[in-house]
Structures are given as C-alpha cells and as structure tokens.
C-alpha cells in the first residue's frame, strides 16, 4: 500500500512560483515513477510531469514545459513540482500519482495506481 499526500497549493497572482510537495509512504517508493496530473473544473484530469524511479529522467506536458520542474528525493520519500511563471489556465487541483512502473514515460492516468487527495492552485489574472 502507497498513501501519498499534497500540500503546497494555494492563490498566487499570474507570474507568480508555487511548490507543490507530495509525501508518500510505503518502502517501495524509490522503485518506482511519480507523476503530477490536474484537473480544471469541467475538464478532464491531464498530465502534468513525471519522473522515473532514480530521478535521472523527466517528462513535460508541452504547456507546462519551461515553467514547471518534477524532482524527487527517495531518502525522503518526496515528490516536487516547482511551479513557475504560473498563468491563470493552470489553475487546477493537482495530484501526485504513483506510477505502476519506473520510467518516466507515462502520460496517461491508467499507468499510475495510487493517487493523492489533491491540493488546489488557484492563479489569479
């Protein structure tokens, strides 16, 4: 079993930096990808960012590529989501998701099996 839970959400103005944490639990965290996704109201959940088991290698939905950075610390048992440059479109609940395996690239939300309860952004125009 795997619980992970977010903080780090909040209200910023447009252009502002959030960092949003996941905290998971369980021994077999470090064997295996995270990911962020979001879900906007009236949308469906899109991904965000993921990053394989060792943190060597990551991948970027294209509209958050340059602004928003995934980094993890397995010591920790920590997953990061640095937030910059935000718009008022990434206003979203995010969610931090355990991946069913170890590369980073999973895009879609059938290839992750835990998921967080997730914290909202909200970016102010």
């Known amino acids: 079993q795997v619980q992970l839970v977010e903080s780090g959400g909040g209200l910023v103005q447009t252009g502002g930096s959030l960092r949003l944490s996941c905290a998971a639990s369980?021994?077999?965290?470090?064997?295996?990808?995270m990911g962020w996704f979001r879900q906007a109201p009236g949308k469906e959940r899109e991904f965000v960012a993921a990053?394989?088991?060792?943190?060597?290698?990551?991948s970027y939905a294209d509209s958050v590529k340059g602004r928003f950075t995934i980094s993890r610390d397995n010591a920790k048992n920590m997953v990061y989501l640095q937030m910059n440059s935000l718009k008022p479109e990434d206003t979203a609940v995010y969610y931090c998701?355990?991946?069913?395996?170890?590369?980073?690239?999973?895009?879609?939300?059938?290839?992750?099996?835990?998921w967080g309860q997730g914290t909202q952004v909200t970016v102010s125009s």
């Open positions: 998701a355990k991946s069913r395996y170890g590369s980073s690239r999973n895009y879609r939300d059938y290839e992750y099996d835990y």
């Open positions: 369980g021994r077999t965290f470090s064997s295996y990808a």
């Open positions: 990053i394989n088991w060792r943190g060597d290698s990551t």
